[in-house]
């Protein structure tokens, strides 16, 4: 016969092992599922951290890149006010001179700003990816999470039938050794 404890003020008989297992059922969901939530949030914390590290990585060489060219651009900048000078000085050379320079500051210019695009574009995709990656990763071990969320579950429900059917074949030996008796 399993153990009743009678409430003293409202005198109602319950089983004192189905509250406790009652109690700790509850604390043990609480508990996984808090522990699953922290896993969760600590993983997308991360991934987020690494993507905004990688970002700023990006941002700086991207200052980097922007600087070079004002530095090519100033420099072309001084290189035309020489050729200025000097036209005044022998303007007919200085003619076919400027003509010269400014052809190869506008294919500099241009092999740099594609050089410059071009490791740009190849550092935000391989960056990208990396992020892409790591939400990928995170986002499988959320779902590993979850289904093991879902096998404790499972195991729970079969444990809680398997408890069921013993209380039942508990049950009909009781009522059947009275019927003997």
Do not use: W, Y
Not at 74 to 91: D, G, I, S, T
Not at 141 to 157: G, S, T, V
Not at 161 to 175: D, H, I, P, S, T
């Amino acid at each position: 016969m399993p153990d009743l404890i009678t409430c003293p003020r409202c005198a109602l008989s319950f089983e004192a092992t189905a509250a406790l297992r009652e109690q700790i059922e509850r604390d043990l969901r609480r508990s996984l599922a808090e522990d699953t939530q922290r896993q969760v949030a600590r993983a997308a914390e991360a991934a987020r951290a690494e993507a905004a590290a990688r970002l700023e990585g990006i941002d700086g060489e991207l200052r980097d890149a922007r600087t070079k060219l004002e530095e090519a651009a100033r420099q072309q900048a001084e290189a035309m006010r020489r050729q200025r000078e000097l036209e005044e000085q022998q303007r007919v050379a200085d003619v076919e001179m400027e003509k010269r320079v400014a052809a190869e500051a506008a294919r500099i210019r241009t092999r740099a700003d594609a050089e410059a695009k071009e490791r740009a574009d190849a550092q935000v995709k391989e960056r990208t990816a990396a992020v892409e990656q790591a939400l990928a990763e995170a986002n499988a071990r959320n779902a590993e999470a979850l289904r093991k969320e879902a096998e404790f579950l499972r195991r729970e429900r079969e444990f809680a039938e398997q408890e069921a059917q013993a209380e039942v074949e508990l049950q009909k030996r009781v009522g059947a050794e009275a019927i003997h008796r």
